[in-house]
């Protein structure tokens, strides 16, 4: 196998590229990596000490590729087909945008502010920082939620009419979401739920999901 990941199972970055692999048919092979602290040996690949990165053995054994975007956007290039990037220009734009509202604004409130203080705090022997999360939620993560309900409205996928990277890169934040025990108000966010429930219930996603949390559950989470 010519493809290896390295990152953790419960990352919403790994899961993104895992499930953009997953809708290209393409095998790989998933190493995990604790980088608290991360090994030496990872921070030679990926100097900003984030995960995921890739290697692609038939480049070379030194063919490294640190930064989800960075490695969707390679796979894209060597494996077009079916195509997780709109054709057109605007909409290609416009998903790209997506695709760095999710990294940014929406990966910090949901990871830091729910995922963090509910799971990783208990993963490393802490406790559940319930009042933070409960915080983040009243305070923050409306404006995220907002935004999207809007955004999607009625449609089945971000941009367009097709499953594309916008889609994947917004909704592995859920997944961590949902890992903390929480989803948005359905009452509040009817289209956001309903659009969640259709992208999360491909099997790309799910396979994801079912794996990590069984993981969740062997460490009593």
């Known amino acids: 196998m010519t493809l290896t990941v390295y990152g953790a199972s419960l990352s919403p970055f790994v899961r993104k590229v ?49 930064d989800s975007s960075a490695i969707c956007g390679y796979l894209e290039k060597k494996f077009s087909a079916p ?34 203080p509910m799971v990783v705090n208990r993963m490393m022997g802490k406790e559940a920082d319930r009042e933070m999360a409960e915080k983040t939620i009243a305070e923050k993560l409306p404006r995220n939620f907002g935004w999207l309900e809007k955004e999607i409205g009625a449609k089945d996928f971000l941009v367009g009419d097709a499953f594309s990277i916008a889609d994947i890169s917004a909704a592995t934040h859920f997944v961590n979401f949902a890992h903390a025990g929480f989803k948005p108000d359905e009452k509040a966010y009817p289209n956001l739920t309903r659009y969640l429930a259709g992208i999360l219930a491909r099997p790309s996603f799910a396979a994801c999901i079912e794996e990590e949390t069984a993981l969740l559950k062997k460490f009593g989470l």
């Open 83 to 116: 195509a997780l990037y709109p054709a057109d220009a605007f909409a290609y734009g416009k998903a790209l945008w997506y695709e760095e509202y999710a990294d940014s604004d929406l990966a910090g409130n949901v990871g830091m502010g729910t995922f963090r």
């Open 18 to 66: 895992r499930v953009f692999l997953a809708e290209k048919g393409e095998a790989y092979t998933l190493e995990q990596v604790n980088i608290f602290p991360a090994p030496d040996w990872f921070l030679e690949i990926s100097p900003l000490k984030r995960i995921p990165v890739l290697r692609d053995d038939s480049i070379g054994a030194d063919a490294t590729l640190p």
